[in-house]
C-alpha cells in the first residue's frame, strides 16, 4: 500500500517537523510555570504504553505539585507508579488480547460469489463462500473472519469429501477478535479436506475499506461504484474468511454488476450470464486465482472505460480518459523493468490498474488489479505539475514492485510489514529511475526519506521497523513512516554494502525460494548471506542477520564521532545512539554494525570498513595533512549522523565556502553535512554556530538537493521563531541566503527546465513568498488575477502548473472573500485530482477566520463537494497558516464526535487529521484544557494514542531547545546581520 497522504508543500512543513513546533509555543508559554510538569511528563513517557492514560496520571500529579510547596520527591515516584501501573492495567485488557486464528484448519481453496446493489437506498450485497479446507488436528470447531457482516446462520453447511453433512450445534460470534466460531457436533478429521458453505450480506460502505462504494458526477448526474480495500485487515468486512497474510488461498469469483456496467478483479473474466433473480443483472465469472493472502483480492464494478497496451490496461472515469495516458505508458516498462530486475516473470496473466474517485491510502497492490487514488495516477499534461508527474511514476512503480515483493512471497504475519513496505518504498525510486534518469530521484531520496525519517526515528515513542502487532490498531499503528522510509534506507544501505549484484542474487533467491508462500525477515537475511559469502562480500563469521539485526530489531540509529589526531596521523570512529538531549545518554548502550564509508580531500576514492558492536575503529597511518579534510558516510550511504572534531568541521566549512571548490562535494554530501550539522546542534551534540556557519556557504548554491535539506532543517528554526520578537533577525538571513538562488531560477517557469531546477524554483519562491519578499508577492498576485479575469477561467489557466500551489496560496492570502470563493469555484469544476489538491491546499491561506472555519466544517459536511478522502488536506491547509491554528484546534475538540463519525473506522484519515489538529495548541491554558479533553475522551482516542504520544515528545524537545539555543541562535543571527549589513551599505 502507498500509505502516506502526501500534502502540498505547506502542509509537508506542518506534518512533518513543524506540526509539533506549533505545539511548543504552548509550552514555552508555560515553562515558568510548570517546569515540574514537564519533568513529569517527560518521567511517565518511558513507563506507560498508553498515552491517553498518562496524561490522566500525569495531569493529577501535576495539580499537586502545584499546590503543595515542597513535595517529597519519592512519594511523588510512588503514587505516579502505583496510578500508573493501574492505567496500563486497564489498557492491557484491551491490547493483549490474542487476535491470532488457531492453526489447525486452513483454507485451500474459496468460491465466492457475491451480488452488489449500487441504487440510492440499496447500498448492499448478498454473497455466499464455498471455502475448502484441510484440517491439521482434531478440532470441534472452525474459526474464521468475519466483520459487519450479517451472517445467514441457517445457511451454514460443512460437507466432507463424500458430501455427507456434518452438522453444525451452534455458531458463536467474537466481535472483540471479528471472529466467527462454527461449532460443530463432531469431531473433524485431520487430513480430511472439507467443504465449509456460508450466505451472508452487509453493506457497501462509505468510509473506502472492506466492500465499498464510492460516486462521482458526470453532468451534475451521481454515478456509483463499488470497490474494495482489504489490507491489513478489512477482507473480512466482505466475506468470511481467514483473514491471516499467511493462510493462503486460491480464489475463484463470481461477480454479478447491472448489464450496464463492468467488474475486474486479479483475475480474467471467463464467462458471462444473466442472473436469474435479478433483472438487468449479470454474472462475471472468473478464472481461478494463484494461491494468494485474503488481503490482495480486490473486485470493482464500474461503468470506467479503459485502455489497454497488451496485457496492461488502465480503468479510469470518461471524463478523465486523457489523464491515463502517462500511466498506461509507464506501467508496462516498469513492470518489465522489474521483471528483470528480479529475474522472475509477473505470474499472472494480466494487469490493471484503476484509479478511483474515493480511496484512503495512496494506492493499493492488489496482485493484477492495482488500485489508486486519482492523483496517484492520474496525469493531465499542462494541468498536473511535474511533482504530480514524479508521484504518478513512483506510486506505480511503488505497488509493481510489490507484486513480486509482498505479493508473491508475503510476510507471514504484519510483524514483517516492513520488510514489504520498505522494500516497495525503496524500488519506488529504482523503477522511478529507470524510466525517468534525468530526475535523479536517487539523489531526492536522501532528503525525502533518510533525512526525513531520521527526524521521527529519534523520537523515544518511535519503534523498530520490526515489531510484534497485535490487534487491528497496532496494525494499522505500523503503516508509517518507520516501516516505509526507515525500512527503504536501511534497505538501501544494504544495497551499498553488498553491491548491487549480490544484493539483487540475494533477492532473487529468496523470492524463488517462497514462491506462493509466506516468509520472515530472517529468510532474506539467509538468502542475502548465502549470497554474499559465495562472492566474498562479507566475512564468512559475519552474516547479514547479525548486522541487519542491529538495525531492525532496535528503535532509532547511531551517531558516529570522528576524531582525528592531527599529529599522529590517525583517525578514531565512535558509536552511540543519536537523542534529542545528549546530556542524557547513558548507560543504556544500543550499538549497531555500522558500515563506515570515508573519502578525504587527497583521496577521493571511497574507502570503507566495519563497525561492529564491540568495538570502535580506529584507522593509522592514514595520509592526511592538517589542511585535509575528512568526510564520511559517503552520499549518506547509512542510516547515520556523523559528527567531527571542531576541526575538521572547519576544513569541510572551508572547503564549502570556497565558490568553486564546494562542487567537490557530491550534492547529496553537501546536503548530508547541512542536515547534520542543524541536527546535531539542535540536540546538543555541535555549537550551533559551525552549523550556521556552515549554512553561509548556500549563498553560492545552486542545487536543488542541498537547498531541499537547508530548507527542511532551517524550517525547524524559522518555526521556532516565527512569532518571536526577533524573528526580523532570521528573515534578514534567510533572505540574504537565497538573494542568488531567488535571482537565479527567476520567477518564469520553462518546460525545458530539468526536474530538480523546477523544485528548485518551487522551494525558493516559496520561502520568498513567506518571508515577503515583494517582487515574488507582486509577481504572485499578478498571475493569479491574469487567471481570474480571464472569461473561461475553467479551461484557460495562464499559470505554469509548477507555480500554481505557491501562486494560488499568496494570492488567497492576499486577498478576501472574492478570491477564496472563486478558486473554490475552480475546485467545484475541476476534473483533474492533482488540481483539486492544489487549490485545497491553497484555500486554507485565507486570513478570514471564518472563511476557514466553515472549509473546516465543510471537510467533515458530506455533500459540501469535499470527499472524506481529502478531509486530511483541508485541515492540514488551514493549520499550516497561523491564523488557522487556534480554529483547527477548537474545531477538533468541539467536533470531535463528529470527526469521528465522519471518518468512520478510517483511521489513516484519524490519525491524519488529529495530527494536524493539535499542532497549535499554543497556550498553557489550552494545553491544560487538551488534557482534559484527552482524559474525558481517553476511549475514543486511543486508536491515536501514537500519533498524540508522538507529538507530547517532539514538544519537550522544542522546549528544551527554547531554553537551550534560543538566544544562542538570536546571536549568532544578530552578529550575521551586523556583519552583511555593512557589507550591503
Ligand atoms: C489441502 O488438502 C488437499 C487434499 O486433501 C491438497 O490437495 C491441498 O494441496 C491441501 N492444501 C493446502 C494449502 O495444503
Ligand atoms: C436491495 O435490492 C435487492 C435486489 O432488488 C433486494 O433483494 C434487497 O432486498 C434490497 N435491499 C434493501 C435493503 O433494500
Ligand atoms: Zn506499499
Redesign the pocket.
Given at each position: 500500500m502507498d500509505a502516506v497522504t502526501t500534502f502540498g508543500k505547506q502542509n509537508r512543513l506542518s506534518i512533518s517537523k513543524n506540526f509539533a513546533l506549533l505545539l511548543v509555543i504552548l509550552f514555552i508559554g508555560c515553562l515558568v510555570g510548570t517546569g515540574v510538569l514537564v519533568y513529569h511528563l517527560s518521567s511517565c513517557t518511558t513507563t506507560t504504553k498508553s498515552i491517553i492514560e498518562k496524561i490522566e496520571v500525569c495531569s493529577k500529579i501535576s495539580e499537586n505539585v502545584s499546590t503543595t510547596e515542597i513535595v517529597d520527591e519519592k512519594e511523588i515516584t510512588t503514587t505516579t507508579a502505583v496510578a500508573i501501573t493501574e492505567a496500563a492495567e486497564k489498557g492491557a485488557t484491551n491490547k493483549s488480547i490474542d487476535v491470532r486464528l488457531p492453526q489447525s484448519v486452513?483454507p485451500?481453496f474459496y468460491d465466492l460469489k457475491l451480488i452488489p446493489f449500487l441504487q440510492e437506498g440499496n447500498f448492499t450485497f448478498h454473497g455466499q463462500v464455498d471455502i475448502k479446507i484441510?484440517v491439521t488436528e482434531k478440532v470441534n470447531n472452525i474459526t474464521l473472519h468475519a466483520d459487519e457482516l450479517v451472517i445467514n446462520e441457517a445457511s451454514i453447511i460443512l460437507h466432507d469429501k463424500e458430501n455427507k453433512t456434518i452438522p453444525v450445534l451452534k455458531v458463536g460470534n467474537d466481535s472483540d477478535r471479528q471472529f466467527l466460531v462454527i461449532y460443530l457436533t463432531k469431531e473433524l478429521d485431520p487430513e480430511t479436506?472439507y467443504n465449509l458453505h456460508i450466505e451472508f450480506t452487509g453493506i457497501l460502505n462509505d468510509v473506502m475499506q472492506g466492500f465499498y462504494r464510492s460516486s462521482y458526477l458526470v453532468e451534475q448526474k451521481v454515478r456509483w461504484i463499488a470497490a474494495t480495500q482489504f489490507q491489513a485487515t478489512d477482507a473480512r468486512k466482505a466475506f468470511p474468511c481467514f483473514d491471516e497474510p499467511a493462510m493462503k488461498?486460491k480464489f475463484k469469483l463470481s461477480l454479478a454488476r447491472p448489464k450496464n456496467m463492468s467488474t475486474i478483479s486479479n483475475m480474467r473474466i471467463i464467462s458471462s450470464e444473466a442472473v436469474k433473480e435479478v433483472e438487468d443483472y449479470e454474472w462475471d465469472y472468473y478464472e481461478e486465482s494463484v494461491p494468494m493472502s485474503t488481503y490482495l483480492v480486490a473486485f470493482v464494478v464500474s461503468d470506467f472505460v479503459s485502455l489497454h497496451n497488451g496485457n496492461f490496461s488502465v480503468w479510469v472515469r470518461k471524463d478523465a480518459q486523457a489523464q491515463a495516458k502517462y500511466s498506461l505508458d509507464a506501467g508496462p516498462k516498469i513492470l518489465k523493468y522489474f521483471e528483470d530486475f528480479f529475474q522472475i516473470k509477473f505470474p499472472l496473466p494480466k494487469l490493471d490498474m484503476i484509479a478511483l474517485p474515493d480511496f484512503a491510502a495512496g494506492a493499493m497492490e492488489n496482485w493484477g488489479l492495482v488500485t489508486y487514488r486519482e492523483t496517484a495516477m492520474l496525469y493531465e499534461e499542462g494541468v498536473s505539475s511535474r511533482s504530480s508527474l514524479q508521484r504518478v511514476t513512483s506510486v506505480i512503480a511503488h505497488e509493481l514492485a510489490h507484486q513480486w515483493f509482498g505479493n508473491l512471497v508475503t510476510p507471514k504475519w504484519w510483524t514483517d510489514l516492513w520488510l514489504n513496505e520498505g522494500f516497495a518504498s525503496y524500488m519506488e525510486y529504482v523503477g522511478t529511475n529507470a524510466v525517468e534518469p534525468s530526475w535523479k530521484v536517487m539523489d531526492q531520496f536522501v532528503v525525502h526519506e533518510l533525512q526525513n525519517v531520521l527526524e521521527l526515528d529519534v523520537l523515544k515513542s518511535s519503534h523498530p521497523v520490526s515489531i510484534q502487532v497485535n490487534n487491528p490498531v497496532e496494525i494499522n499503528d505500523i503503516f508509517d513512516r518507520i516501516s516505509y522510509a526507515k525500512g527503504a534506507t536501511i534497505i538501501r544501505m544494504m544495497d551499498y554494502f553488498l553491491s548491487t549484484k549480490i544484493f539483487k542474487q540475494g533477492l532473487t533467491s529468496y523470492l524463488n525460494n517462497r514462491t506462493y508462500s509466506s516468509a520472515e525477515q530472517d529468510d532474506l537475511w539467509a538468502a542475502l548471506t548465502e549470497e554474499a559469502h559465495k562472492h566474498n562480500v562479507l566475512n564468512t563469521n559475519l552474516t547479514v542477520k547479525q548486522i541487519m539485526d542491529t538495525w531492525t530489531l532496535q528503535t532509532g540509529f547511531p551517531l558516529v564521532t570522528v576524531t582525528r589526531s592531527y599529529n599522529k596521523n590517525s583517525v578514531s570512529f565512535k558509536q552511540e545512539k543519536f537523542t534529542l538531549q545528549r546530556e542524557e545518554h547513558n548507560a543504556s548502550q544500543v550499538l549497531w554494525w555500522i558500515p563506515i564509508t570515508y573519502i578525504s580531500s587527497n583521496n577521493k576514492h571511497i574507502n570503507s570498513t566495519w563497525m561492529s558492536v564491540d568495538s570502535n575503529v580506529q584507522l593509522h597511518n592514514i595520509t592526511l595533512s592538517d589542511a585535509d579534510w575528512l568526510l564520511v558516510n559517503v552520499d549518506q550511504r547509512g542510516y547515520y549522523r556523523v559528527n567531527y572534531d571542531p576541526k575538521n568541521w572547519q576544513l569541510l566549512i572551508k572547503q564549502l565556502l570556497n565558490t568553486n571548490g564546494y562542487t567537490t562535494f557530491s550534492t547529496t554530501n553537501r546536503a548530508q553535512m547541512i542536515d547534520d550539522s542543524l541536527n546535531l546542534a539542535a540536540a546538543g551534540y555541535l555549537d550551533y554556530e559551525i552549523a550556521l556557519n556552515l549554512t553561509t556557504y548556500l549563498v553560492h548554491e545552486k542545487d536543488c538537493i542541498p537547498w531541499m535539506s537547508a530548507f527542511e532543517s532551517l524550517d525547524y528554526v524559522q518555526e521556532m521563531m516565527v512569532k518571536s520578537a526577533d524573528f526580523d533577525k532570521y528573515k534578514f538571513y534567510m533572505t540574504s541566503l537565497i538573494k542568488n538562488i531567488y535571482a537565479h531560477v527567476g520567477f518564469e517557469d520553462s518546460p525545458n527546465n530539468t526536474q530538480l531546477t523546477i523544485y528548485n524554483r518551487m522551494e525558493v519562491l516559496w520561502r520568498a513568498c513567506y518571508l515577503g519578499n515583494i517582487d515574488c508577492i507582486k509577481n504572485a498576485v499578478a498571475y493569479f488575477y491574469n487567471w481570474k479575469s480571464a472569461p473561461n477561467a475553467d479551461t484557460y489557466n495562464p499559470i505554469s502548473p509548477n507555480l500554481k500551489n505557491i501562486i494560488y496560496c499568496v494570492a488567497i492570502r492576499a486577498g478576501g472573500q472574492e478570491e477564496w470563493d472563486f478558486a473554490w469555484q475552480r475546485y467545484l469544476a475541476s476534473n483533474v485530482g492533482s488540481e483539486k489538491d492544489i487549490i485545497m491546499s491553497a484555500l486554507g491561506c485565507s486570513r478570514e477566520t471564518w472563511i476557514l472555519s466553515r472549509y473546516l466544517y465543510w471537510a467533515v459536511t458530506d455533500g459540501s463537494g469535499i470527499r472524506k478522502q481529502d478531509s486530511p488536506r483541508v485541515f492540514s491547509s488551514v493549520s499550516s497558516n497561523i491564523i488557522g491554528q487556534d480554529l483547527v484546534y477548537r474545531f477538533f475538540k468541539n467536533n470531535w464526535g463528529l470527526l469521528k463519525q465522519h471518518l468512520g473506522s478510517s483511521l489513516m484519515l484519524l490519525n491524519a487529521v488529529v495530527k494536524t489538529c493539535i499542532s497549535h495548541i499554543n497556550t498553557e491554558k489550552d494545553l491544560q484544557d487538551f488534557k482534559i479533553f484527552l482524559a474525558a475522551h481517553s476511549e475514543e482516542l486511543s486508536v491515536v494514542s501514537k500519533t498524540i504520544e508522538q507529538s507530547l515528545e517532539q514538544i519537550e524537545a522544542n522546549v528544551r531547545w527554547m531554553n537551550n539555543h534560543y538566544a544562542k541562535v538570536v546571536e549568532w543571527l544578530k552578529w550575521y546581520k551586523k556583519v552583511h549589513s555593512k557589507l550591503t551599505v
Amino acid at each position: 500500500m502507498d500509505a502516506v497522504t502526501t500534502f502540498g508543500k505547506q502542509n509537508r512543513l506542518s506534518i512533518s517537523k513543524n506540526f509539533a513546533l506549533l505545539l511548543v509555543i504552548l509550552f514555552i508559554g508555560c515553562l515558568v510555570g510548570t517546569g515540574v510538569l514537564v519533568y513529569h511528563l517527560s518521567s511517565c513517557t518511558t513507563t506507560t504504553k498508553s498515552i491517553i492514560e498518562k496524561i490522566e496520571v500525569c495531569s493529577k500529579i501535576s495539580e499537586n505539585v502545584s499546590t503543595t510547596e515542597i513535595v517529597d520527591e519519592k512519594e511523588i515516584t510512588t503514587t505516579t507508579a502505583v496510578a500508573i501501573t493501574e492505567a496500563a492495567e486497564k489498557g492491557a485488557t484491551n491490547k493483549s488480547i490474542d487476535v491470532r486464528l488457531p492453526q489447525s484448519v486452513f483454507p485451500d481453496f474459496y468460491d465466492l460469489k457475491l451480488i452488489p446493489f449500487l441504487q440510492e437506498g440499496n447500498f448492499t450485497f448478498h454473497g455466499q463462500v464455498d471455502i475448502k479446507i484441510n484440517v491439521t488436528e482434531k478440532v470441534n470447531n472452525i474459526t474464521l473472519h468475519a466483520d459487519e457482516l450479517v451472517i445467514n446462520e441457517a445457511s451454514i453447511i460443512l460437507h466432507d469429501k463424500e458430501n455427507k453433512t456434518i452438522p453444525v450445534l451452534k455458531v458463536g460470534n467474537d466481535s472483540d477478535r471479528q471472529f466467527l466460531v462454527i461449532y460443530l457436533t463432531k469431531e473433524l478429521d485431520p487430513e480430511t479436506q472439507y467443504n465449509l458453505h456460508i450466505e451472508f450480506t452487509g453493506i457497501l460502505n462509505d468510509v473506502m475499506q472492506g466492500f465499498y462504494r464510492s460516486s462521482y458526477l458526470v453532468e451534475q448526474k451521481v454515478r456509483w461504484i463499488a470497490a474494495t480495500q482489504f489490507q491489513a485487515t478489512d477482507a473480512r468486512k466482505a466475506f468470511p474468511c481467514f483473514d491471516e497474510p499467511a493462510m493462503k488461498a486460491k480464489f475463484k469469483l463470481s461477480l454479478a454488476r447491472p448489464k450496464n456496467m463492468s467488474t475486474i478483479s486479479n483475475m480474467r473474466i471467463i464467462s458471462s450470464e444473466a442472473v436469474k433473480e435479478v433483472e438487468d443483472y449479470e454474472w462475471d465469472y472468473y478464472e481461478e486465482s494463484v494461491p494468494m493472502s485474503t488481503y490482495l483480492v480486490a473486485f470493482v464494478v464500474s461503468d470506467f472505460v479503459s485502455l489497454h497496451n497488451g496485457n496492461f490496461s488502465v480503468w479510469v472515469r470518461k471524463d478523465a480518459q486523457a489523464q491515463a495516458k502517462y500511466s498506461l505508458d509507464a506501467g508496462p516498462k516498469i513492470l518489465k523493468y522489474f521483471e528483470d530486475f528480479f529475474q522472475i516473470k509477473f505470474p499472472l496473466p494480466k494487469l490493471d490498474m484503476i484509479a478511483l474517485p474515493d480511496f484512503a491510502a495512496g494506492a493499493m497492490e492488489n496482485w493484477g488489479l492495482v488500485t489508486y487514488r486519482e492523483t496517484a495516477m492520474l496525469y493531465e499534461e499542462g494541468v498536473s505539475s511535474r511533482s504530480s508527474l514524479q508521484r504518478v511514476t513512483s506510486v506505480i512503480a511503488h505497488e509493481l514492485a510489490h507484486q513480486w515483493f509482498g505479493n508473491l512471497v508475503t510476510p507471514k504475519w504484519w510483524t514483517d510489514l516492513w520488510l514489504n513496505e520498505g522494500f516497495a518504498s525503496y524500488m519506488e525510486y529504482v523503477g522511478t529511475n529507470a524510466v525517468e534518469p534525468s530526475w535523479k530521484v536517487m539523489d531526492q531520496f536522501v532528503v525525502h526519506e533518510l533525512q526525513n525519517v531520521l527526524e521521527l526515528d529519534v523520537l523515544k515513542s518511535s519503534h523498530p521497523v520490526s515489531i510484534q502487532v497485535n490487534n487491528p490498531v497496532e496494525i494499522n499503528d505500523i503503516f508509517d513512516r518507520i516501516s516505509y522510509a526507515k525500512g527503504a534506507t536501511i534497505i538501501r544501505m544494504m544495497d551499498y554494502f553488498l553491491s548491487t549484484k549480490i544484493f539483487k542474487q540475494g533477492l532473487t533467491s529468496y523470492l524463488n525460494n517462497r514462491t506462493y508462500s509466506s516468509a520472515e525477515q530472517d529468510d532474506l537475511w539467509a538468502a542475502l548471506t548465502e549470497e554474499a559469502h559465495k562472492h566474498n562480500v562479507l566475512n564468512t563469521n559475519l552474516t547479514v542477520k547479525q548486522i541487519m539485526d542491529t538495525w531492525t530489531l532496535q528503535t532509532g540509529f547511531p551517531l558516529v564521532t570522528v576524531t582525528r589526531s592531527y599529529n599522529k596521523n590517525s583517525v578514531s570512529f565512535k558509536q552511540e545512539k543519536f537523542t534529542l538531549q545528549r546530556e542524557e545518554h547513558n548507560a543504556s548502550q544500543v550499538l549497531w554494525w555500522i558500515p563506515i564509508t570515508y573519502i578525504s580531500s587527497n583521496n577521493k576514492h571511497i574507502n570503507s570498513t566495519w563497525m561492529s558492536v564491540d568495538s570502535n575503529v580506529q584507522l593509522h597511518n592514514i595520509t592526511l595533512s592538517d589542511a585535509d579534510w575528512l568526510l564520511v558516510n559517503v552520499d549518506q550511504r547509512g542510516y547515520y549522523r556523523v559528527n567531527y572534531d571542531p576541526k575538521n568541521w572547519q576544513l569541510l566549512i572551508k572547503q564549502l565556502l570556497n565558490t568553486n571548490g564546494y562542487t567537490t562535494f557530491s550534492t547529496t554530501n553537501r546536503a548530508q553535512m547541512i542536515d547534520d550539522s542543524l541536527n546535531l546542534a539542535a540536540a546538543g551534540y555541535l555549537d550551533y554556530e559551525i552549523a550556521l556557519n556552515l549554512t553561509t556557504y548556500l549563498v553560492h548554491e545552486k542545487d536543488c538537493i542541498p537547498w531541499m535539506s537547508a530548507f527542511e532543517s532551517l524550517d525547524y528554526v524559522q518555526e521556532m521563531m516565527v512569532k518571536s520578537a526577533d524573528f526580523d533577525k532570521y528573515k534578514f538571513y534567510m533572505t540574504s541566503l537565497i538573494k542568488n538562488i531567488y535571482a537565479h531560477v527567476g520567477f518564469e517557469d520553462s518546460p525545458n527546465n530539468t526536474q530538480l531546477t523546477i523544485y528548485n524554483r518551487m522551494e525558493v519562491l516559496w520561502r520568498a513568498c513567506y518571508l515577503g519578499n515583494i517582487d515574488c508577492i507582486k509577481n504572485a498576485v499578478a498571475y493569479f488575477y491574469n487567471w481570474k479575469s480571464a472569461p473561461n477561467a475553467d479551461t484557460y489557466n495562464p499559470i505554469s502548473p509548477n507555480l500554481k500551489n505557491i501562486i494560488y496560496c499568496v494570492a488567497i492570502r492576499a486577498g478576501g472573500q472574492e478570491e477564496w470563493d472563486f478558486a473554490w469555484q475552480r475546485y467545484l469544476a475541476s476534473n483533474v485530482g492533482s488540481e483539486k489538491d492544489i487549490i485545497m491546499s491553497a484555500l486554507g491561506c485565507s486570513r478570514e477566520t471564518w472563511i476557514l472555519s466553515r472549509y473546516l466544517y465543510w471537510a467533515v459536511t458530506d455533500g459540501s463537494g469535499i470527499r472524506k478522502q481529502d478531509s486530511p488536506r483541508v485541515f492540514s491547509s488551514v493549520s499550516s497558516n497561523i491564523i488557522g491554528q487556534d480554529l483547527v484546534y477548537r474545531f477538533f475538540k468541539n467536533n470531535w464526535g463528529l470527526l469521528k463519525q465522519h471518518l468512520g473506522s478510517s483511521l489513516m484519515l484519524l490519525n491524519a487529521v488529529v495530527k494536524t489538529c493539535i499542532s497549535h495548541i499554543n497556550t498553557e491554558k489550552d494545553l491544560q484544557d487538551f488534557k482534559i479533553f484527552l482524559a474525558a475522551h481517553s476511549e475514543e482516542l486511543s486508536v491515536v494514542s501514537k500519533t498524540i504520544e508522538q507529538s507530547l515528545e517532539q514538544i519537550e524537545a522544542n522546549v528544551r531547545w527554547m531554553n537551550n539555543h534560543y538566544a544562542k541562535v538570536v546571536e549568532w543571527l544578530k552578529w550575521y546581520k551586523k556583519v552583511h549589513s555593512k557589507l550591503t551599505v
